[in-house]
């Protein structure tokens, strides 16, 4: 104020000298001289002061634009600052049920999407209000302050962005994680209920055609491999699907993950154990099927080829008392014996086709 109130004492400065000609004008004493040279040093004076008061009103001017730029500046860096908070407050805890967490990370990569979308639309903001620092700094009489405070609006800008992009980027990855997670669960899922599916074929196997039996067998023996591997690779799957997860949110549900694999690894090995154990006793069984149909056609042979022999030898003419009673009971002895292997394998049939 004091400076512009002696700006505008200019046109006062030329009235004063205009008044003092005119009035002096028809005088010469003396005090006509002093008023003179009193007006003269005024004059003086004032154009001495003129300079001052330029570069104090340019350097008011600068001050006052440097800190109300300073104000602006701080009052945008809590802003940012309170939106690099929201990043750690609103980062989700994933749920350990599938449907909600799935829910729950859509929603906050959603949330999260939009967040960095109302970022970028104050990016020409700040490129505006940076440039207006580096302008102020173009003045000799800018305070100092000023090149701290486009440093420090920069790098809070930065830091925002950057946090922003990157919890982005790691909901994401979580999303796809936990949706990877989800199908390996539902292919060991599937897995398993195939495996039972096999158990019960297994169970309605016949034996009545041993090269049914044979081929079964090593279908199942096949499937049980098979079963071993692909679980072994999905489970490895699981596992490293976990830790991953673990890496960006530790926590609850990496525990909960993790219980959850030792369940399946559970199920797994107890189911390939089952199918195992059953392929191995139907191996046993295929083998006792075969002993038995071995049997079964030496003892047809002995009935067709062996038996009428033995009985012509008997019935022969040629054939002495003697030598007759002894084939007799010889031959008895093998019928005796054709009818006791006859019974069980009577017995081994009926258990082997139960």
Known sequence: NVCHEADSKREEMKWLVQTLDNLTTNRNDQEAAHEQRQLENLIARYKNLIPTIEITMTKTDIYTKSYTYRKEVREVCTLLEKVREQFVVETPEIPAQSKEAAEQLKEAVSSQESRLSQLETQR????SMLQRGKDLLKDQH??????S????????????????????????????????YQQQKEEITKLMREANEELQKLKNISFRDAQTVAANIQAQKQFCMNLRNSSGEIISKLKDTEEKLSDISPGTITITIREEITKIERIVHTTIETV???????EEQGAKWSQVQNEMSDL????????????????????????????????????FDKITTLKTLEEESKELIK
Do not use: C, M
């Open 124 to 127: 020409a903001n700040i490129v």
């Open 142 to 147: 800018a305070p100092p302050f000023v090149s």
């Open 149 to 180: 405070e486009i440093q420090q609006l920069e790098s809070s800008w930065n830091d925002t962005y950057g946090h922003s992009v990157e919890a982005l980027k790691s909901l994401k990855t979580s999303q796809k994680l936990w949706e990877a």
């Open 276 to 282: 195992e154990r059953k392929v191995t006793h139907l």
């Open 300 to 335: 047809k042979n002995w009935t067709q080829q062996s038996a009428p022999l033995a009985i012509a030898s008997v019935q022969d003419v040629a054939t002495t008392p003697e030598e007759r009673v002894r084939k007799t009971e010889t031959l008895q002895k093998q019928i």
